[in-house]
């Protein structure tokens, strides 16, 4: 997405797209291919890939050193994939054929205009704001579904109607489990209805026991505690995430809640699947597949957090789904 938001706009300057009218998503996306199953080839140097359902304190160590492995790869990915895209065989002579056929990557004029003198596009600064927009398209929700954050979108009930978008203060019923304050930081839109970006921070209950001159009560009193915010949600929507922002993660997480039947665990965004490609290049990050952060009501939310079973050993959907006794 980084590198392919960034050539989109400098094709849709050359003469045969602009004569055309022809939109040059098909020839980004024949190269996304040939950088992407190139990366996919390189050794991030770990080994063994780091499954998400299974992180501890101790994958902390692992993840970094992904996300680093990953990050300075692209350099090396990229100089591969050039050279796959010239390596001489027919699947990449046909790929050469797509891109550059019918005058497409010719540079000039066009209709007795002279061709566009500033085509900088913003380069390098523009590269890195969208390549940091990308890292953390998925490196965000990928730490924020671990066991130990229990991140989710709430699906609160409430309309959107008579809300603020900006300000979504909780209804009575919804501020059992939410403050203002966390109803503020977290809340966003979507078709008329209103979500919450949350997690499970701590105990569901906290539990103190009854003690008197006679002993104490075998059933302690227990309190319920609150859904809170993500660790540093605060910072989204600034120039350090990539201006991602709650609203992008909550839109991307219902679009592919939806289009997995209204099911958790949906599948992840593919390279063969042309749309959600086409929505990447136009640096659409809610496309289906990219962002998968679990979505629930808070009822059944709590149920789960609040379950012992689930209190050690949690799921890849937690809090939501597995409701049981």
Known sequence: MAAASLVKPYLETEAYFVANQEPPQEIVYEFLSVFVSTFRELDTGSGQPLRMHEWKEEKHKDFQSSAVQFWWSWPNATELAVRKLFDGSDESIQTLTNMISNGKMMAGGYGGHDPPSDQSFGFPSAMRSSALKTFYTFTIPATWTQPAVGAFVMDSGDSCDDRSPLVPNPSAEIGRFLSAETANATGACYNNKLYYLVHTGGQAQDCQSQCGDVGCIA???????????????????????????????????????????????????????????????????????????????????????????????????????????
């Open 219 to 325: 059933q302690p009193h227990c309190s319920n505690n609150r859904f809170s915010k993500p660790p540093g949600i605060d910072e989204l929507g600034t120039s350090r995430y990539g201006y991602i922002g709650v609203r992008d993660l909550v839109i991307g997480s219902i679009r592919t809640y939806e289009s997995n039947g209204d099911r958790n665990g949906g599948p992840t965004a593919q390279i063969s699947d042309k749309d959600t490609v086409y929505s990447l290049i136009d640096e659409d990050i809610t496309a289906p597949g990219v962002i998968n952060i679990p979505v629930c009501g808070p009822e059944e939310a709590f149920r789960n957090w609040n379950n012992p079973i689930y209190s050690s050993t949690r799921y890849s959907t937690f809090p939501c789904n597995k409701v049981e006794s």
